[in-house]
């Protein structure tokens, strides 16, 4: 199981209570690109929410 770089990131920010928005704005992307990477990650990671993917990525020490 390996996520992205980006996907690593990005549910690491969100770990950390990052938005959507903070990270598109941090990021300077739009946050349809962020949605799309963590999408990405819950199929990768075999959940369905991004909570559970900060979980079970947090589990894996994937982040």
């Known amino acids: 199981m390996k996520l992205s770089t ?7 920010w969100i ?3 990052k938005s959507l ?4 704005d941090i990021e300077r992307k ?3 690109e962020i949605q799309q990477q963590l999408d990405a990650a819950l199929v990768v990671l075999n959940v ?3 909570s559970a993917a ?3 990525a947090n589990t894996l020490k994937l982040i």
Do not use: F, P
């Not at 980006?6 to 690491?12: A, E, K, V």
């Not at 928005?21 to 598109?24: C, N």
């Open 30 to 32: 739009h946050v349809s």
């Open 54 to 56: 900060v979980a079970r």
């Open 6 to 12: 980006t996907q690593t990131i990005y549910l690491r």
């Open 21 to 24: 928005r903070d990270i598109a």
């Open 48 to 50: 369905t929410s991004v």
């Open 15 to 17: 770990s950390q209570g």
